[in-house]
């Protein structure tokens, strides 16, 4: 059986776990507490990063290299289109989420309020939190301006930049930085993806000393 | 012809530079004063940053969906190798070099001493000198260990991880950030990927106000 090594709030462990459990790859979850650098994780992962993953015999970091190469070797169903020009949107958008919208967004509301307590590195920074909050109006926004031109993010099939999207907004419902009343489309996408099979590992996560609001499982949010 | 909207020193605009002569795709270079954040680029590209690649009728923008992108529809010589597993090793680098690298190295050292400095943002930071200048040395090592046991970084045959590597050296480079002494074998991977014509465009490229030191375009360095 395949092996994550994980934290359970971080988008990038949320990704891979989405793209497995999709493509029906069962998964043994094993809760990595990365920021000791324990020596073993180290071996397994010289950037000390989660996820890692064990499939096929070998050991894999950087959850985008790993996202595509589950897509490679277990490609039903399929999370990318053919075309390139429509695998070079899910790749864009991918991107985006991943790097801007991690960097103005997840760092500063999910790292402030969840990481920094967990790791024992003091209080919130109320500055960054202000800046995340102000960010993510933008980034909704912007969803919502793909979502008027298209059924999912990157075109009219479901794909990898929908999970990778999701799997930001799903930590960030956990502390209810989500503000779902916003776009109507946002909301409608997120109900669509929150209803797979797929998605039912990451809404029953439980971090612990920090139980979800009600509204973070429930379908009908 | 393709054009790229880029700024020179860029390792992000330097991997697609790279990746596109390789291919002997004839490139117009536009350079762009991107933090300037005029209307006319925004439209180009919402996230505001740099490459954005016109090419085949469309504006494309992320570095690596470029690359990827280019690599599907120009496939010779080919960048990526065809197994999966080595195809994962690939993408691994580049998550490694874009993403860990850049935070570590490249952010610390030529943002701090050019970017700053070209954007009017002030003075480096001696403390992210110093954190740079101390990360780069376990990168070369990390670089000299992958070359102990293949012949490129991510295995037998050049690949697009090579191509992200050498964009972010060869702009350390150009500040004299790179100490070439440190492991032989980066030494001679850097020069046989420095005197490759791909490489040209990029070790013509002149700051104002910034000139290159005599060794950064000498195959013998």
Not at 47 to 63: C, F, R
Request: charged share 30%; with cysteine; net charge neutral.
């Amino acid at each position: 059986m395949a092996k994550l090594y994980h934290v359970p709030l971080s988008p990038f462990c949320r990704k891979v776990r989405l793209s497995l459990a999709e493509k029906k790859i069962e998964l043994e979850l094993i809760e990595e507490r990365y920021w000791e650098k324990e020596a073993d994780f180290l071996r397994r992962n010289p950037a000390a990063k989660v996820p890692v993953l064990k499939i096929d015999g070998k050991t894999l970091a950087e959850s985008t290299a790993i996202c595509e190469y589950i897509e490679e070797r277990y490609p039903e169903p399929p999370l990318m289109p053919r075309a390139a020009e429509a695998r070079y949107e899910v790749r864009r958008l991918v991107g985006w989420f991943d790097d801007k919208f991690h960097n103005e967004v997840t760092s500063k509301l999910l790292y402030e309020r969840i990481n920094k307590k967990v790791m024992g590195l003091g209080f919130p920074d109320s500055g960054n939190i202000k800046s995340g909050a102000r960010a993510i109006k933008y980034h909704l926004d912007y969803m919502a301006w793909l979502l008027d031109h298209r059924r999912w993010l990157a075109g009219d099939t479901m794909t990898l930049a929908d999970f990778c999207a999701a799997a930001h907004l799903s930590a960030l419902d956990y502390i209810s930085d989500v503000d779902w009343n916003r776009q109507d489309s946002v909301k409608d996408w997120y109900a669509k993806i929150k209803s797979r099979p797929a998605f039912r590992s990451i809404l029953a996560d439980v971090i612990p000393g920090f139980p979800p609001p009600r509204h973070y499982a429930d379908l009908d949010f």
